[in-house]
């Protein structure tokens, strides 16, 4: 029987437990796959947490890498044997092996490695929406990423510097500054120095940022919304110190005429054609020279330490756990 980690309470790393599961019986659209390796992503610490709602008991894990072993559905073009990815399912890739529905899964091409594929999918997808859809980044603007020297913000910052935009990284430490700075940062602010808003302000010459891409949540909010130029956008897209308090939709007028929105990876990949839109983008830009730096590595039996560096903000890039 496959290994898998499973919660049966919501709560601290120490919840998450190893056991053994029986293999169940695929449904037709399904397939199982081998892990080769699983990222481990902000949003499974919110699982864990329980911050999302989930039925318990339930495994964690939403993105990962392997090959098809068993497929049951027509006019797709997978096949057993075939090496795939996948990112934003239901959790439970914290497995040897899992089921997933098969429209779900990209083909990997050759050039892109199985444990790059697994850490960074989730984060390059989710880059592809937001610069692409979310809000279409063009020459010229000014772009400011909140944890740039995590996952996304390695990935968003450097695409966003291809298609040139000046981009400015905001980073929690010191010692982040350097990462932030060799992937795509033209500019690097530390949160805990002065007013990371007056900071943006100097940088700009008053005008502030047309977007800002906030994956921090509660702790930013308010400085993200004080750092727009004029009928600029907020992208809330995570909640990683908590949800952000609500706001007066006055108060968006006031700042001048401010944009807001919260997307969520599920809506912008609910239909295959957009997903593997997205995966192809970061496919390609990962073979025109993106770095998706995978910073940590960890077995099954590290998860908990997985879920701690995280939290305790002591990776850089993405974290991968490996069969």
């Given at each position: 029987?496959?290994?898998?980690?499973?919660?049966?309470?919501?709560?601290?790393?120490?919840?998450?437990?190893?056991?053994?599961?029986?293999?169940?019986?695929?449904?037709?659209?399904?397939?199982?796959?081998?892990?080769?390796?699983?990222?481990?992503?902000y949003l499974d610490i919110s699982h864990r947490q329980g911050h999302y709602p989930l039925a318990l008991p339930t495994g964690l894990g939403v993105s990962g890498c392997g090959i098809i072993k068993e497929i049951r559905t027509e006019g797709m073009d997978l096949a057993i044997g075939d090496l795939v990815a996948y990112a934003g399912v239901p959790p439970?890739?914290?497995?040897?092996?899992?089921?997933?529905?098969?429209?779900?899964?990209?083909?990997?091409?050759?050039?892109?490695?199985?444990?790059?594929?697994?850490?960074?999918?989730?984060?390059?997808?989710?880059?592809?929406?937001?610069?692409?859809?979310?809000?279409?980044?063009?020459?010229?603007?000014?772009?400011?990423?909140?944890?740039?020297?995590?996952?996304?913000?390695?990935?968003?910052?450097?695409?966003?510097?291809?298609?040139?935009?000046?981009?400015?990284?905001?980073?929690?430490?010191?010692?982040?500054?350097?990462?932030?700075?060799?992937?795509?940062?033209?500019?690097?602010?530390?949160?805990?120095?002065?007013?990371?808003?007056?900071?943006?302000?100097?940088?700009?010459?008053?005008?502030?940022?047309?977007?800002?891409?906030?994956?921090?949540?509660?702790?930013?909010?308010?400085?993200?919304?004080?750092?727009?130029?004029?009928?600029?956008?907020?992208?809330?897209?995570?909640?990683?110190?908590?949800?952000?308090?609500?706001?007066?939709?006055?108060?968006?007028?006031?700042?001048?005429?401010?944009?807001?929105?919260?997307?969520?990876?599920?809506?912008?990949?609910?239909?295959?054609?957009?997903?593997?839109?997205?995966?192809?983008?970061?496919?390609?830009?990962?073979?025109?020279?993106?770095?998706?730096?995978?910073?940590?590595?960890?077995?099954?039996?590290?998860?908990?330490?997985?879920?701690?560096?995280?939290?305790?903000?002591?990776?850089?890039?993405?974290?991968?756990?490996?069969?």
């Amino acid at each position: 029987m496959p290994k898998v980690i499973k919660i049966d309470s919501f709560g601290g790393p120490e919840v998450m437990h190893m056991r053994n599961d029986p293999r169940i019986s695929l449904k037709p659209g399904e397939a199982l796959v081998d892990h080769i390796a699983v990222g481990v992503n902000y949003l499974d610490i919110s699982h864990r947490q329980g911050h999302y709602p989930l039925a318990l008991p339930t495994g964690l894990g939403v993105s990962g890498c392997g090959i098809i072993k068993e497929i049951r559905t027509e006019g797709m073009d997978l096949a057993i044997g075939d090496l795939v990815a996948y990112a934003g399912v239901p959790p439970g890739s914290y497995a040897e092996e899992r089921i997933v529905a098969a429209d779900r899964l990209v083909k990997l091409p050759s050039t892109i490695e199985p444990k790059l594929a697994a850490a960074a999918l989730q984060q390059g997808i989710t880059a592809a929406f937001l610069l692409q859809d979310v809000f279409p980044v063009k020459r010229g603007h000014v772009v400011l990423v909140h944890a740039a020297a995590g996952g996304v913000g390695t990935i968003l910052c450097q695409w966003a510097r291809t298609i040139g935009a000046t981009v400015i990284g905001v980073v929690g430490s010191e010692d982040k500054v350097s990462h932030a700075l060799s992937h795509g940062c033209e500019h690097v602010v530390v949160s805990a120095s002065e007013k990371v808003e007056d900071q943006i302000r100097g940088l700009t010459a008053g005008h502030g940022a047309d977007v800002v891409f906030d994956s921090t949540g509660a702790d930013t909010f308010e400085t993200s919304l004080l750092s727009l130029s004029m009928r600029g956008m907020l992208v809330s897209f995570g909640s990683a110190s908590g949800d952000p308090q609500p706001v007066e939709v006055g108060k968006l007028a006031k700042l001048g005429s401010l944009y807001l929105t919260r997307p969520r990876f599920v809506h912008y990949t609910h239909e295959r054609q957009d997903l593997l839109r997205y995966a192809t983008s970061f496919f390609a830009k990962v073979e025109s020279g993106l770095k998706a730096p995978i910073g940590q590595t960890y077995t099954l039996e590290q998860v908990a330490k997985a879920h701690r560096d995280i939290e305790n903000r002591a990776t850089r890039g993405s974290s991968v756990i490996v069969f």
